[in-house]
């Protein structure tokens, strides 16, 4: 697996050799450097800390100094533990760029979604609005009853409501990488990602399997198969 810290920079489209458009989110990616190497003899399992972005010292804690000290890295304003499948080769204070990821990876990338404030159920939840008419009320964006009788008396989890909207930790699976631009530390992912301009995102390999699609089928050796017992049959002259 590999992955690396980065920021939202906006979305753009970009053109492939058909001329066809690709909605892409670019995000400059890195570099972030080895601020600490976990192995299994101590820790119970291989990892390594990726620290992003340079910050003031003034604006650390002692313990977080004590800490970036101990690796002989410059403050950092993020720290992030990735099971990288290289993790033994790496070593403390070794940089990871844009160009560890390649044109036609897929990756996941996390990041935290927009932030909505304090929202009801219609724009929370999707619900829908109370009878306008009849003497609804001033109640037609109230989530309605919802109480129960003496038994169970309560109200179950799950239930609907309003509250906070946002501020959630989101992940979008299988977006593939359409270019890298090393120099300048960016990549483009095909399609939307979560979080505003400006958000911080992690990339890391995609946990999603991948595999091959319309592969030429042959004739079958099964003898119970129609096509391994007739070979004129169409599904056997294609070969």
């Excluded at 939202?8 to 892409?24: A, L, R, T």
């Excluded at 070593?91 to 390649?102: C, E, Q, R, S, V």
């Excluded at 404030?117 to 003497?135: D, E, F, N, S, W």
């Excluded at 909207?165 to 593939?176: E, K």
Aim: charged fraction near 25%.
């Amino acid at each position: 697996m590999k992955a690396i810290i980065g920021k939202k920079v906006g979305m753009s489209q970009i053109f492939d050799e058909n001329g066809k458009v690709i909605p892409v989110t670019v995000i400059e990616a890195g570099p972030c450097v080895v601020v600490q190497k976990k192995t299994s003899e101590k820790e119970g399992y291989e990892a390594v800390q990726l620290g992003y972005e340079d910050i003031a010292e003034r604006k650390l804690s002692k313990p977080e100094m004590g800490h970036l000290n101990k690796a002989g890295v410059a403050p950092k304003k993020y720290l992030r533990e990735f099971n990288l499948e290289n993790a033994a080769e790496l070593n403390i204070g070794d940089i990871i760029k844009a160009d560890t990821f390649a044109e036609g990876d897929f990756v996941d990338v996390t990041g935290t979604s927009k932030g909505h404030g304090y929202q009801g159920v219609i724009k929370r939840h999707g619900a829908q609005r109370t009878p306008m008419t009849h003497g609804g009320g001033p109640v037609h964006r109230h989530a309605g009853s919802m109480g129960s009788t003496t038994d169970p008396s309560r109200i179950f989890k799950g239930k609907i409501g309003a509250g906070q909207m946002g501020c959630d930790t989101v992940t979008i699976q299988n977006l593939d990488i359409v270019k890298v631009d090393p120099e300048l530390n960016l990549i483009a992912v095909r399609g939307a990602i979560p979080g505003p301009k400006g958000g911080l995102v992690t990339i890391k390999s995609t946990v999603k399997v991948h595999r091959v699609k319309n592969v030429e089928s042959g004739i079958s050796n099964n003898p119970q198969k129609a096509s391994g017992r007739n070979p004129q049959k169409a599904s056997a002259r294609n070969k």
